[in-house]
């Protein structure tokens, strides 16, 4: 398949391969942002097969991943009241909030629908007038414009049983506080490209400079993963310290201005919960006040909500790259995908569910110094 196929070329990879075991000498921790790099890096045991010396450590661009609890709960409780049709992308409903998840309201009679995008949750309500329709708009930057572009129409067609539970993070502040904290061991990123391809790259080059870190703009698929460190590399043991663009295919510098025009206008910046980290300054979107009529925050009014996180879960180190999923002691065991405990095991992109998935039970060298990876079951 065109732009599938070649990034798989397994020659190719080798040559990468080849380059980067030839150019490291050092230990260095690089840190991928998104969960479908994290998927794209132990789906193909990418991990495996660069240096020992290299870490990749899991960040946390997974949308599902870092909703916070609060307003998990603050969307159930929405979805369970009799007058509301709560539309959601298919993967929060297992989220669970503090006692309870979709489904189970969903169960109990909630009308909760799974849609495939915002504007099918917009044609609800325009064929349901009596309800008031929900959409949950969670995500980064790169799902973020469809979400406005929906209030947008909401606006413009004058759908006024419709509004949005909005819980949209941006992943510059998320650099930036994982780079301020004084345990980060991140010495480099591979910036997510799908968000370049939105908002470009005008973001980064100020945190090049404030942390000294290596930023590499890096794709999905196996040869951009290993373009993305092979470059990383090179910088790292040059001492050097810049933003650079391995996935200029689909994300130019300038990103996507009509899309950026429109999150300018239906979005403001806010502070940003996020779960198992904690708030980060700046790190996320909310309705603006143009469009604040269609917040279902404001219009359901869901306050006092008591969360109440699991105390097994270790989520949030996970996310901040403290540790490997198995690492955790309910991996496995008592969280599986089937019931998990946090949402890292939940979602498509989560590192736990991705560990779970391609059996990634634990890391041994072995006698070849090459890695061996003990299996679940
Ligand atoms: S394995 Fe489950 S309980 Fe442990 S950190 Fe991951 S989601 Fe949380």
Redesign the pocket.
């Known amino acids: 398949m065109k732009y599938i196929d070649e990034f798989n070329d397994p020659e190719l990879a080798k040559r990468l391969l080849d380059d980067i075991h030839a150019t490291v000498t050092r230990p260095w921790a690089i840190m991928e942002v998104c969960g479908g790099q994290t998927h794209s890096i132990i789906r193909h045991g990418i991990d495996q097969l660069i240096p020992e010396l290299v870490e990749m450590i899991h960040g946390p661009g997974c949308p599902v991943c870092v909703t916070p609890l609060e307003l998990i709960d603050k969307a159930l409780a929405i979805a369970a009241r009799p007058e509301v049709i709560f539309c959601s992308f298919g993967d929060m409903l297992r989220v669970p909030g503090s006692h309870q998840d979709l489904f189970r309201i969903k169960s109990e009679g909630g009308d909760v629908r799974v849609v495939y995008s915002p504007l099918d949750a917009l044609r609800v309500a325009r064929d349901n007038p009596d309800r008031q329709v929900v959409f949950f708009g969670i995500g980064f930057e790169t799902t973020a414009p469809p979400n406005a572009m929906t209030v947008y129409q909401a606006a413009q067609l004058n759908i006024p049983n419709f509004s949005m539970l909005v819980s949209h993070v941006r992943v510059p502040p998320a650099i930036e506080a994982i780079m301020s904290s004084p345990t980060c061991r991140v010495q480099a990123f591979l910036a997510a490209g799908h968000v370049c391809s939105v908002m470009g790259t005008s973001e980064y080059p100020g945190l090049v400079e404030k942390f000294s870190v290596p930023i590499v703009v890096t794709g999905f698929e196996p040869l951009d993963i290993l373009e993305g460190i092979r470059r990383t590399v090179h910088q790292l043991e040059a001492g050097t310290a810049e933003l650079d663009n391995a996935y200029l295919r689909a994300a130019p510098a300038a990103g996507n201005p009509a899309a950026r025009r429109l999150l300018d206008d239906v979005f403001e910046i806010t502070d940003r919960g996020w779960r198992g980290i904690g708030v980060i300054p700046g790190s996320g979107w909310r309705l603006s006040p143009k469009y604040r009529a269609f917040d279902a925050e404001y219009r359901f009014q869901v306050s006092d909500i008591d969360t109440e996180e699991?105390t097994?879960?270790?989520?949030g180190e996970?996310l901040q790259g403290f540790i490997k999923?198995h690492q955790?002691a309910?991996?496995g065991t008592t969280?599986t995908p089937r019931n998990?405990?946090?949402?890292?095991?939940v979602s498509n992109e989560?590192a736990?569910a991705a560990y779970y998935l391609y059996r990634r039970l634990e890391s041994t060298p072995r006698p070849d110094g090459r890695r061996e990876v003990a299996s679940i079951g």
Do not use: N, Y
Not at 312 to 315: A, D, I, K, N, W
């Open positions: 699991s097994l879960c270790r989520s996970v999923p955790c309910a991996f969280c998990p405990l946090g949402a890292t095991m989560g736990c």
